[in-house]
């Protein structure tokens, strides 16, 4: 249950189906909040009967009693209406749109035209003005989300914002986080916008196995092909969907070549390349559009990173990793009742992409601490031997992640770690947060530092462990040489 406040407005939005219990006016509410502060340093009672006040407005709506304005609400391009009757006093608290069309109005009727996605959920819309409180299903959230911009229903307006924002792990049939975005793109709605891109970054390939994927658009398809953050199993499944992507949605050959070039090719084992070369008709089709970067894939896994550097930038994308979660890139880690003692786990990867350094392996130590304290705080001795105490509850959890050993292969190669923290939302396992470090700092600063680990309900565990999953890249671009 999460609690939001706009202009001292209460929301309560609950998990699943969404209530809001908002009072008319933040004028009301700081005044009440006043006299209850007032009423409780006397030591009087405070008798609070708001749930029937609710069902009386509720009442009061179902049977239209003293209304003095009717609401036409028409469906554009359909013969469909719907009459609400309702109260001035009650519409014009809730919204300075509606006070100006009542002000203007010559007549007890006010005609409004509403399309019909917002025209089916009008009747909860107007309710919600009465009765403070929503119920909607996730295909929902858009069309009252219009309502409330379009007649500056401020609260509601953040609170269905919210909503999307926390149910993006949500199951429905057809999938809603790419609809979600595109709305959120169109309004400019730019931290719902990043947050469901973020999603389907982190969760891509839950997403590349779900309807939804071929629903996205072209523009989102290019945004998301671009980023390094895609978790997903490997960039042969990436080429894979997006080559199912284009035969279901027919895009011009503009947007599919600049797809394909996104593709990072270095990143693909030869052996599957070569493959791909023979049985991939998009691949076949449009070979000489692509045909410099196989090239230069197939020396990426030929020759050694050093002598490439030589003569490439090894600092562009077709070489860069993106979070990769087969074997060959790092391991899950589950940590039982973590706040409990530090553990630690090996695991291996190979040492780099190329084909040339794929039998390569590397080992590598992971350390996870619940308590860790930094030297300052950790205790000390007197003069005299003993040891002060030093508290135990002001540590923070930390993980650290170095190579068992040294090696020459590992000359011009930086290693950048990414741990991931999975969690259940909605029933689902997704990503929770994904932390990124490199080798100089061997660590990430800000690991689950809001976490409450503690707490057996923590949204960060799942059935009181913590699951998480190391990823070791490599990294060239120090190997950058200036061409001869």
């Excluded at 947050?195 to 398809?221: A, F, K, M, P, T």
């Excluded at 390569?360 to 705080?377: E, G």
């Excluded at 741990?419 to 990430?444: C, D, L």
Aim: net charge neutral; charged share 15%; glycine share 6%.
């Amino acid at each position: 249950m999460v609690r939001s406040f706009e202009q001292g407005i209460p929301a309560w939005v609950y998990v699943g189906t969404l209530f809001f219990f908002i009072n008319f006016h933040s004028v009301t509410v700081t005044g009440a909040a006043l006299k209850q502060e007032a009423a409780l340093d006397s030591g009087a009672t405070v008798l609070n009967n708001s749930m029937g006040l609710v069902q009386r407005m509720e009442t009061l709506l179902a049977l239209g009693n003293g209304s003095d304005v009717s609401l036409r609400v028409q469906t554009i391009n359909t013969d469909e209406v719907k009459v609400i009757q309702a109260h001035s006093l009650l519409l014009t608290l809730q919204s300075d749109v509606f006070e100006d069309l009542l002000l203007s109005r010559n007549t007890s009727t006010v005609v409004l035209r509403e399309t019909p996605e917002c025209a089916a959920v009008f009747d909860k819309f107007i309710r919600y003005l009465y009765c403070g409180d929503i119920s909607l299903r996730l295909d929902q959230a858009i069309s009252l989300h219009k309502l409330a911009s379009k007649y500056h229903v401020w609260g509601l307006q953040q609170g269905l914002t919210q909503y999307m924002t926390q149910h993006l792990s949500s199951d429905s049939p057809t999938g809603h986080v790419v609809g979600w975005y595109n709305y959120a793109q169109q309004i400019g709605d730019l931290a719902l916008r990043d947050s469901c891109l973020q999603y389907l970054s982190w969760n891509l390939s839950s997403v590349l196995q779900s309807g939804e994927w071929g629903s996205i658009s072209e523009d989102l398809l290019l945004s998301l092909l671009q980023r390094s953050d895609l978790i997903l199993q490997s960039e042969l499944e990436l080429y894979e969907a997006l080559e199912a992507w284009i035969s279901q949605n027919q895009p011009v050959s503009s947007t599919v070549e600049s797809a394909l070039k996104a593709v990072r090719y270095g990143m693909i084992p030869p052996q599957h390349l070569f493959r791909l070369q023979r049985q991939s008709a998009l691949m076949l089709k449009y070979y000489e559009s692509i045909r410099d970067l196989l090239y230069l894939a197939f020396q990426f896994h030929a020759a050694s990173p050093i002598q490439l550097a030589k003569y490439f930038d090894v600092n562009c994308s077709i070489f860069t990793p993106r979070n990769y979660l087969s074997s060959s890139w790092g391991s899950p880690w589950v940590i039982n009742n973590p706040t409990r003692d530090d553990r630690s786990f090996s695991f291996q990867t190979q040492l780099g992409p190329s084909g040339h350094d794929s039998s390569k392996r590397v080992t590598w130590n992971a350390l996870f601490s619940p308590r860790w304290l930094p030297l300052s705080a950790r205790s000390t001795y007197t003069e005299l031997g003993a040891m002060q105490p030093t508290r135990t509850d002001g540590g923070r959890p930390r993980i650290i992640v170095t190579p068992a050993t040294s090696s020459p292969d590992f000359a011009g190669v930086s290693f950048q770690k990414t741990v991931i923290v999975m969690a259940k939302q909605q029933g689902k396992v997704v990503v929770r947060h994904v932390y990124n470090f490199h080798q100089s700092t061997e660590e990430a600063g800000d690991f689950l530092v809001d976490a409450d680990l503690q707490r057996r309900a923590s949204e960060y565990l799942m059935d009181s462990s913590l699951y998480l999953h190391v990823i070791v890249k490599p990294l060239y671009h120090t190997l950058l040489v200036a061409r001869k």
